[in-house]
């Protein structure tokens, strides 16, 4: 199942390249890319889509702390 969500308050392109590189280690996700300047998530994923997205919005707070991710 392939989705598109928005990145809000992402505040550089170094942040949202190490925010793709931790989701390709999520299990469930075959990809995730994180397009900085359209500020969106484009995520395909074989499993529980809440689950996954969990984990996706915890680890994008560890990255940047005021990231909000939302679908689109």
Partial sequence: MQKT??????D????AAE???ALQN????????VSFMA???YIDFADD???IMEEV?????KIEPDCEITND
């Avoid at 969500?5 to 992402?10: G, H, K, R, S, V």
């Avoid at 550089?12 to 942040?15: I, L, M, Q, R, T």
């Avoid at 919005?57 to 707070?61: G, H, L, N, V």
């Fill in 19 to 21: 925010l793709e590189n």
């Fill in 57 to 61: 919005r915890r680890i994008a707070a």
């Fill in 39 to 41: 500020q969106k998530l």
């Fill in 5 to 10: 969500y928005t990145i809000e308050n992402l």
């Fill in 12 to 15: 550089c392109a170094n942040c």
């Fill in 26 to 33: 999520i299990k469930g996700i075959n990809t995730a890319t």
């Fill in 49 to 51: 889509e809440e689950t």
